[in-house]
């Protein structure tokens, strides 16, 4: 496994570190990984806690494909070297380990949470929904914030303000939940040429999703809305948009 390390105080510059790790049918990058923390270099850093898929945090370009590596076999890279190393696109902060405040600080300005302008009493019961209610959005919540979308993305390489694929999706799957009221709040932030007017459908976050969320089906979906919000803001100036 060739490693890019990356150790602020002794280099100005990363390099490429080999380490010879041992393979197991089970094992995953991610373990091999491990195998370097725990039996050749404890100072090797990178991020990773469920070990299932879920958390998204383990998340790295391996072979210069970005992939999480707890769901991807070492077996299927073989016969290597593995080449492994952090998210395209965001700054590193040491060995694998990337600094994503860029991307928490766009996740936040579409306002992933459900908004409401009144809530009713709590007395009054849960908010209901119909299987076909929820079907329209359940894709979108399955988005774990991994980031390989992002790492995936040529816009966002080139044009650091791009809000990007995953911040924009969940814009959508809180959009089209019926209990949400806040659409218009986010069409605000979302109809500008960093938001959805920035992608050029390359499609590629939608290819290395691990959950299948497909951002870009998202982003199309919203362009459509976002064209006859501008539609209705023109033709009927006066009423509801």
């Known amino acids: 496994m060739e490693v890019l390390r990356y150790r602020p105080e002794e280099e100005a510059e990363p390099t490429w570190e080999s380490f010879e790790v041992p393979v197991h049918p089970e094992w995953m990058v991610l ?81 992933p949470w459900i908004v409401r302008d009144t809530e009713k009493p709590v007395e009054d019961g849960e908010y209901l929904q119909t299987p076909e209610e929820l079907a329209e959005y359940k894709q979108y919540s399955m988005c774990i914030n991994c980031m390989l979308c992002y790492a995936a993305c040529p816009v966002y390489q080139i044009e650091p303000e791009f809000i990007g694929p995953a911040a924009i999706a969940l814009a959508q799957r809180y959009n089209m939940d019926s209990r949400d009221e806040g659409a218009q709040e986010r069409m605000d932030v979302l109809a500008q040429h960093e938001g959805i007017w920035g992608c050029t459908l ?37 009423g509801e948009r």
């Not at 499609?203 to 362009?223: F, L, M, N, T």
């Open 31 to 111: 373990d091999g990984l491990n195998h370097i923390k725990d039996q050749l270099d404890g100072t090797l850093s990178y991020r990773w806690a469920c070990r299932m898929g879920v958390c998204g945090s383990c998340g790295m370009m391996v072979n210069g494909r970005p992939v999480l590596t707890c769901a991807t076999y070492l077996e299927s890279l073989l016969p290597g070297p593995l080449r492994i190393e952090p998210l395209s696109g965001f700054p590193v902060i040491r060995d694998l380990v990337g600094d994503i405040t860029d991307f928490m600080g766009k996740l936040s300005s579409v306002k």
């Open 202 to 238: 390359v499609g590629e976050c939608s290819e290395v999703c691990p959950k299948k969320v497909d951002p870009a089906g998202a982003i199309q979906r919203y362009k459509v809305s976002a064209s006859v919000d501008f539609f209705k803001s023109v033709l009927m100036p006066w």
